[in-house]
């Protein structure tokens, strides 16, 4: 029979938890191929209230036990939408952040997309990674995501860790994950906690790469670079799981996956 110290329990214990990231639906603006950053705070367009019906309907059997939002009325819309077709979040507080806002694109906000690609290319730079005058960094939103992925996992490790609960599992035998299958539930199937996640394209590109390039997120077999860093489709969902360890009344990140990226059969449908 082995023995083990309280501290060495403590240490083998972990969270795991789902987390389901969901650009907003289409607005007139993404449309007609403005951008719109912070300072424009538009409505979602028809088609946009119809996408984040559609997203809705998708995801209405996956379960969640919290849900943060960009404190812009695009996504709140889209998050209030969500929340109204889903079965396990008529009791669920939104949260709405202002961590979770689209980059900063300071003077080129309300301009054509491709008048910043034009920009970009008079500067000497690629598109994704030139900044405006007045814009944010890809640094800049860099750190409003690390800062944001930081409390919820303070947040969710508060509210869900228990001692020998259910929710905690050894790091050295991490639960069976189920398989990938093109359902809206993938990746989540018996993992009680599982954050919603709704904010904007660009911040969910930074996010991503942080994910992949910084925390050593691991990708879906045959996963293309490109892809992953590319652009989610109006209401596209990107889910990760994530576990966490609690280390002196902190919870810190031991782990990360990534599930599917940009997924939008919805929209097609």
């Not at 650009?23 to 951008?35: A, P, S, V, W």
């Not at 989540?188 to 930074?206: E, I, K, Q, S």
Request: proline share 5%.
């Amino acid at each position: 029979m082995r023995y083990y110290s309280v501290v060495n329990l403590q240490s083998m214990k972990a969270l795991t938890f789902g987390l389901t990231l969901v650009r907003h639906g289409e607005t007139q603006y993404n449309k007609e191929g403005l951008l719109q950053g912070q300072a424009i705070d538009s409505p979602l367009s028809e088609i946009g209230l119809q996408q984040a019906k559609a997203a809705g309907c998708y995801l209405k059997d996956v379960k969640f036990s919290n849900v943060f939002v960009s404190d812009m009325l695009r996504a709140q819309q889209t998050a209030e939408t969500l929340m109204k077709h889903n079965s396990s979040c008529s009791g669920l507080q939104m949260v709405r952040d202002p961590l979770l806002k689209e980059k900063s694109f300071g003077i080129a906000e309300g301009r054509p997309v491709q008048e910043m690609r034009e920009m970009a290319k008079a500067a000497g730079q690629s598109f994704p990674d030139f900044t405006p005058p007045n814009g944010e960094t890809q640094e800049q939103v860099k750190e409003r995501v690390k800062e944001f992925l930081e409390k919820i996992l303070q947040q969710i490790g508060a509210e869900h860790w228990r001692d020998g609960g259910e929710d905690e599992t050894s790091l050295s035998a991490p639960p069976e994950t189920s398989p990938v299958e093109g359902k809206a539930d993938d990746g989540v199937r018996g993992v009680p906690v599982h954050a919603l996640v709704v904010t904007h394209g660009a911040y969910m590109c930074v996010a991503v790469r942080y994910f992949v390039e910084e925390l050593q997120c691991s990708v879906p077999p045959g996963s293309d670079k490109a892809h992953m860093f590319s652009l989610s489709p109006n209401t596209g969902v990107c889910r990760f799981i994530l576990t966490v360890r609690k280390e002196d009344d902190r919870f810190k990140l031991s782990g990360i996956r990534c599930v599917f990226v940009h997924r939008g059969d919805h929209v097609k449908q």
